[in-house]
């Protein structure tokens, strides 16, 4: 699996967008780009994914460039909840067998929102 | 679904003790991963189950850590004896049949922290 880069912490402000960049400049075709986050005493959890548009859900918005090799999570409007760490990973979807859900995590971003 | 529940969620244990952890997939699922999370080295994965069977256990540490998966609802992790350098906090995690437009995702527990003395 491709590695990742991600700064290791930011901030911002509550209400305002929350822009997390990632690095993967050495992404293969047929790898996606996955977010996690991790909130304090808690397990990680699933955020968004793409492979090169951009894509939207209820949690976030994933913008991925065109060469793919650098993507960022957009929270829109941070909440003192969104304070986490956040994991970008790429690597290969698949539709069966265990070893395609495998997750191999760097050490994230930690997101601070601040009131 | 109650997602994946493990226990204990914290255990204090003395050097040379055994420790069990436990996990209980969510339903239907048949694989299955472990996790552990140090502030050193971060998240890492120890083993995987698919089909109830051990596929990679390259990151189980040594001999004194083991996992089975005996049914679909249930797995285990024992460290026999334990260590001080055992302290982390462990997750459970199976795969996410939702509506992921194909993704490959997973759901963690809550994790189980173990500390040893």
């Known amino acids: ?115 | 679904d109650a997602g994946v529940i493990q226990s204990p969620r914290h255990e204090v244990t003395e050097m040379g003790q055994e420790v069990t952890l436990r996990c209980k997939p969510i339903s239907g699922h048949n694989s299955l991963f472990w996790y552990r999370q140090t502030m050193m080295r971060g998240l890492e994965l120890l083993i995987y189950f698919n089909n109830n069977v051990p596929i990679d256990d390259s990151g189980m540490p040594e001999d004194r850590f083991s996992a089975k998966m005996p049914n679909a609802s249930f797995s285990t992790l024992k460290i026999q004896p334990s260590e001080p350098r055992d302290s982390a906090v462990y997750f459970c995690a199976n795969p996410d049949r939702g509506n992921h437009s194909g993704a490959n995702v997973l759901t963690f527990g809550a994790g189980s922290r173990l500390t040893v003395l």
């Open chain 1, 1 to 115: 699996d491709a590695k990742t880069t991600q700064p290791p912490s930011m901030d911002c402000a509550e209400g305002r967008a929350a822009n997390l960049p990632c690095n993967h400049s050495t992404i293969s075709g047929n790898e996606y780009v996955y977010w996690y986050r991790q909130i304090h005493s808690q397990g990680p959890q699933y955020i968004i994914h793409g492979l090169k548009n951009n894509e939207t859900n209820e949690m976030a918005s994933l913008i991925i460039t065109e060469d793919r090799k650098s993507s960022t999570l957009i929270l829109p409007h941070a909440t003192l909840r969104d304070t986490a760490v956040y994991y970008c990973i790429v690597r290969v979807a698949g539709n069966s067998g265990g070893s395609n859900y495998k997750l191999t995590f760097g050490k994230g971003t930690l997101l601070t929102v601040n009131p």
